[in-house]
């Protein structure tokens, strides 16, 4: 059997820094093969919210984040606002899926237009045109009828829209508890095996 393919990771500058830093976490445990891309504004929310202290050039962070989880540096490649020679900037290049977690509605926008002026919105284009699941983790409320606008657009274009919407049935009794309950949907959208929250009905089982 063949490895699965990489997936690839975009962090944007949305409140919720944690559930893409969780969602890399159980990736990398999972050893499935990251591809990392962090905007900028990413990197200031994941300060203000979380207490890493990111570097700043992609090698850094790559090595800050393979020594961080414990995982073989080859498994994680971190990549640059304007890396176009990246694999993820051709359809070409073989990917199993992306996710953009947390989402910014801009991000969302630009990604519902068609434009590819960063390495991101490139990937996320690509993953589109050639028929890839992609995901959006929205972390916005509320949304206005742009927002929704914008949302349709895409998901009538193959993309699945998760907001980071947490339910409380399985009674989460921390922070963490929350972002695991999304990060465990992302991970159902990949067909990743996780067992971060109980399964509606299944509790007892």
Same mark, same amino acid.
């Given at each position: ?7 690839a ?11 893409g830093?969780r969602?890399?976490?159980?990736l990398l445990?999972?050893?499935?093969t990251v591809y990392?891309m962090?905007s900028k504004?990413a990197?200031?929310? =994941? #300060?203000?919210?979380?207490?890493l202290?990111?570097?700043?050039r992609p090698a &850094?962070i790559?090595?800050?984040l393979?020594?961080?989880? #414990?995982c ?5 490649q971190?990549y640059g606002k304007?890396e ?8 070409s290049?073989?990917l199993?899926a ?8 801009g991000?969302l +926008? ?10 991101i919105l490139? +990937?996320a284009?690509?993953a ?6 992609l995901?959006?983790?929205i972390?916005?409320?509320p949304f206005? =009828?742009?927002?929704?606008e914008?949302?349709l657009?895409? +998901?009538? /274009? #193959? +993309?699945i829209?998760l907001?980071a919407?947490? #339910?409380?049935?399985?009674r989460?009794? /921390?922070?963490? &508890?929350?972002v695991?309950?999304?990060?465990s949907?992302?991970l159902?959208?990949?067909g990743?095996?996780?067992?971060l ?9």
């Amino acid at each position: 059997m063949s490895d699965p393919l990489p997936i690839a990771l975009a962090m944007t500058g949305a409140s919720g820094a944690r559930y893409g830093l969780r969602l890399l976490e159980c990736l990398l445990r999972q050893q499935r093969t990251v591809y990392l891309m962090l905007s900028k504004p990413a990197q200031v929310v =994941i #300060g203000m919210e979380t207490d890493l202290a990111l570097p700043g050039r992609p090698a &850094d962070i790559r090595r800050f984040l393979a020594e961080y989880y #414990g995982c073989p540096a080859e498994q994680l490649q971190v990549y640059g606002k304007e890396e176009w020679t990246s694999p993820l900037a051709s359809g070409s290049a073989p990917l199993g899926a992306m996710v953009v977690c947390p989402c910014t509605t801009g991000t969302l +926008a630009a990604i519902a237009s068609g434009i590819s002026d960063s390495l991101i919105l490139r +990937a996320a284009d690509v993953a589109l045109k050639e028929g890839r699941r992609l995901i959006l983790v929205i972390r916005e409320t509320p949304f206005s =009828i742009t927002h929704l606008e914008n949302m349709l657009k895409l +998901a009538r /274009s #193959g +993309a699945i829209i998760l907001p980071a919407n947490p #339910g409380f049935y399985h009674r989460p009794e /921390s922070v963490g &508890d929350i972002v695991d309950f999304i990060v465990s949907r992302v991970l159902d959208q990949l067909g990743v095996p996780n067992h971060l929250v109980p399964r509606w009905g299944l509790a007892d089982h």
